[in-house]
């Protein structure tokens, strides 16, 4: 067990990840990272000791020998994560039982660099984090917080636990489940519940038996009308405010920008809290041709499809990667994967949810204007 210990407390890194296991529940692959990654590796032990009492963890090591878990092990020039991710050998033949920890098991960093490119940003991990989940499993991967990939580490599995004075300021796409300051840091109320629970979807409740068919008429006529209210009341807030307003055409320059003022209020702050987050990535291509082609004569049917342009490696290449949907919970995406490959529009191995917090607004519609003539004039450009 550790030497570092909680001014207050005494309590132990290890100790303080027991006491926060309880952040994990409802996940099943999460990185942990830390200020160093020897507290990272005891924090993951201190939370598989107490996991491990309701399900399979399995604990890999992202950080190369670490002393915490190499300790648990009596050979250490073992197989591992490295060839997982680059050669593809299954997780189940490089797993090492902890004798001092029920169900638990550890994949080693491997024989190859665990930092290298490639292991860290493989997609290799989206599997990875499929599996576990259709297992009911737990796997914990100890990351190194100074590892340039670890954000896209981060967006593959479920989120991560950050833990001491690391990572103050993660990016928008980096998910923490939970962090950790120090060691003596009060544990999680018995009702906490972990920040991207994955809801339970109920069936909507039978209609009573019996009823007059006129009784089911006017019930679906209200409903209609509510309907109709919401979608004119939405669209009525995004319209402009005069439907003669001046269109700059695309060839002149932008206006100037209002001049910043002291001010600090947020536009639209309940904007996070009515955020659609979870989409599916399908594919990225190279030119801006290819991905249209996709979504329009193969992609044509999924909600909210549209493009991004991502710039990849040093030299910023720009692909252009195909999304579509919005869903608020990970579960409504993960149904849109699944129905689309049920469908066989893409392959089964094709695809993958993704968090896209952002979006543009390009225009607004009129009420009285044809939804369809505006989206058909930036089709004409080119616009997904």
């Known amino acids: 067990m550790s030497a570092l210990r909680g001014r207050h407390s005494g ?9 926060f296991a309880s952040a994990v529940d409802g996940f099943h692959a999460v990185v942990i990272c830390g ?28 950080s190369g ?6 300790a648990l092990l009596e050979d250490w020039n073992l197989d591992g994560v490295t060839e997982a991710i680059l050669y593809g050998v299954s997780f189940p033949r490089l797993e090492r039982p902890v004798a001092a920890l029920k169900r638990t098991s550890i994949v080693p960093s491997g024989a190859d660099d665990v930092r290298q490119d490639g292991v860290y940003e493989s997609t290799r991990w989206l599997a990875l ?70 809801p339970v979807i109920h069936d909507a409740p039978p209609l009573p038996v019996g ?12 409903t209609l009308v509510l309907v109709l209210a919401l979608i004119t009341f939405m669209i ?20 100037p920008a209002p001049a910043a003022t002291d001010s600090v209020l947020v536009a639209n702050p309940a904007d996070s809290s009515a955020s659609s987050p979870y989409a599916v990535q399908f594919l990225a291509a190279n030119t801006l041709e290819g991905a249209n082609f996709e979504l329009r ?58 968090r896209v917090p952002f979006a543009l607004l390009v225009d607004s519609v009129a009420i009285n204007e044809p939804v369809a003539t505006k989206l058909q004039r930036y089709l004409s450009r080119g616009l997904p």
């Open 129 to 198: 984090a499929r599996d576990f989940r259709k297992q009911g499993s737990l796997l914990l991967i100890v990351a190194s917080a100074a590892a340039p990939a670890l954000r896209k580490l981060v967006e593959y599995v479920d989120g991560a636990i950050v833990v001491g004075k690391a990572l103050g300021d993660p990016a928008p796409q980096f998910l923490v489940l939970k962090r950790i300051p120090y060691p003596d840091s009060p544990p999680l109320p018995a009702r906490a519940r972990p920040t991207r629970e994955i």
């Open 35 to 62: 200020e160093t990654d020897e507290v990272a590796a005891e924090v993951a032990l201190g939370i598989a000791r107490v996991a491990s009492t309701r399900r399979k963890v399995t604990i890999a090591d992202l």
């Open 211 to 222: 009823l007059p068919p006129r009784a089911y008429a006017v019930a679906g006529l209200v």
């Open 297 to 354: 004569e193969k992609l044509k049917s999924v909600p909210a499809g549209t493009i991004s342009p991502v710039p990849i490696g040093a030299d910023r290449i720009t692909w252009y990667r195909v999304v579509g949907g919005a869903y608020t919970d990970i579960r409504s995406a993960d149904s849109l994967l699944a129905a689309v490959r049920h469908s066989r529009t893409v392959g089964p191995a094709v695809g993958f949810v993704v």
């Open 65 to 70: 020998d670490v002393a915490p878990i190499k």
């Open 11 to 19: 309590r132990s890194w290890e100790e303080a990840g027991s006491a």
């Open 236 to 255: 009525t807030r995004s319209a402009p405010e005069s439907e003669n307003a001046a269109i700059v055409p695309p060839g002149l320059p932008p206006a």
